[in-house]
């Protein structure tokens, strides 16, 4: 199989993967209003079926990362997906609901750090490139699945439209029995006791703080548009579901197409520069929605400000390898885990603040973006040898130290550039020569 193909069927599994997980956009406002849930409860909803979805990234990661047939694990993600979709459609109230919802996502996202750690573990120049070509995948199934469950919903109730919407991954999961065969075996676990410390360290650092706020700040602001807007088309405007799905649709898919282009630009420019704009663009567009303009002029600055997010999002997953430049599945594990959980609170605060008003909800959404972009200028912005981003922490296979890097001198303690301030190995010599 070339590589070509093998990154299309990870982007066409991405696709049958998120599938259900975008048909809840819809079907989740069309349960909270058959169910008389108000805002509040809708967003909660939300929050509570992708931060239980979020905690199986990290452990898929580390799976991942320690197994050598991976292949048997993403043909497992769709199997789940489905069955855990199809009970949720039969949930009686609430809180069923909402625990079905955050098993079936469990699967869901186990797809992500391992798919995405097979296709960026041997592509070092071009991460953000293939990492945008398969959220083409997860894009466009947010794009055609609204628009297809806007039009069920016209015919069916939301458990009918749902349980519709496991059938692409359960042919997909068929499809990948054959596929997995191309996915290239691990002889070698890569995580190790002292790797792990090495994660972990780079995590605490202040350049690597400053990138799970940025992170948690971005997927807030964007899961707190997507959750309300629907619900706000259908209460302010009294828009029909099919329509709601087709103007939902037609919002993502800009975004969608440019993830590919923007994580090219990201893995040649770096990345600063496309967060920065991305997330300071969509806080902009955003901002002007709080004063109730015409339907219109809300329509094209939501597509306007949902576009810019999403297009970056291939990019902001690519900065969390290059800050660590090892154990890929791991740390985009963490990196999901970052978005999809911790942002899914975006959808509770979203819901807390349409209570108020729905001038409240878009000004809550400016300012997470508004505070993404903010921390976005102080990413990596420099790209090193082989085209990565710079990175955090060295791949060690134990206690090795660079040139006595971390020996004291002086009664000082120097760490790794990723504890300090994001240098290089090459000028962070210089600077330790130039000192002593």
């Not at 069920?152 to 065969?181: E, Q």
């Not at 009294?238 to 919002?251: E, K, Q, R, S």
């Not at 154990?327 to 990196?335: H, I, N, P």
Request: net charge neutral.
């Amino acid at each position: 199989m070339t590589s070509r193909t093998f990154i299309t069927w990870f982007a066409l599994g991405h696709f049958a993967n998120d599938w259900p997980i975008a048909a809840l956009w819809l079907i989740v406002p069309a349960a909270g209003l058959a169910m008389n849930l108000p805002p509040a409860e809708v967003g909660l909803l939300f929050t509570l079926f992708s931060v239980g979805g979020a905690l199986a990234y990290v452990p898929a990661g580390l799976l991942a990362d320690r197994v050598s047939n991976r292949g048997r694990l993403l043909v497992g993600t769709f199997f789940w997906v489905a069955l855990g979709y199809a009970l949720a459609a039969l949930a009686p109230g609430f809180w069923s609901l909402a625990i079905l919802l955050a098993t079936a996502g469990l699967g869901n996202a186990a797809w992500h750090p391992i798919a995405t750690g097979v296709l960026t573990r041997d592509n070092k120049t071009d991460r953000a490139r293939i990492l945008g070509v398969h959220a083409l995948g997860g894009s466009f199934a947010e794009v055609l699945a609204p628009l297809s469950v806007g039009l069920l919903l016209a015919f069916l109730d939301w458990r009918g439209a749902l349980a519709i919407s496991v059938l692409p991954t359960v042919l997909m999961g068929l499809c990948f029995l054959w596929v997995v065969r191309s996915v290239p075996a691990v002889e070698k676990p890569r995580v190790g006791q002292n790797e792990l410390r090495d994660l972990i360290r780079a995590w605490i650092g202040r350049r690597g703080l400053r990138i799970i706020a940025s992170f948690s700040l971005y997927n807030m602001s964007l899961i707190a548009l997507l959750s309300m807007f629907p619900l706000y088309l259908a209460t302010v405007h009294d828009l029909a579901p099919a329509t709601i799905g087709i103007v939902f649709a037609a919002m993502l898919i800009t975004g969608a197409l440019a993830q590919p282009w923007v994580g090219a630009i990201s893995d040649r420019l770096g990345r600063t520069p496309i967060l920065a704009i991305g997330n300071g663009l969509a806080a902009l567009a955003i901002a002007t929605l709080m004063f109730e303009p015409p339907f219109w002029f809300v329509i094209a600055m939501m597509a306007l400000a949902v576009a810019a997010l999403d297009a970056i999002r291939a990019a902001m997953l690519a900065a969390a390898v290059d800050h660590t430049d090892h154990s890929e599945s791991t740390t985009l594990g963490f990196a999901f885990a970052l978005l999809d959980g911790v942002g899914a609170f975006g959808a509770v605060l979203a819901g807390m603040a349409a209570g108020i008003s729905w001038g409240a909800m878009f000004g809550l959404a400016a300012a997470l973006a508004c505070g993404a972009a903010i921390l976005s200028v102080r990413t990596p912005r420099r790209l090193p040898q082989g085209g990565n981003a710079p990175s955090a922490v060295p791949p060690t296979t134990g206690r090795e130290e660079v040139s006595g890097w971390n020996q004291p001198r002086n009664g000082v303690s120097y760490t790794t550039p990723a504890e300090g301030r994001g240098m290089t190995i090459e000028e962070a010599k210089a600077e330790h020569a130039w000192r002593f």
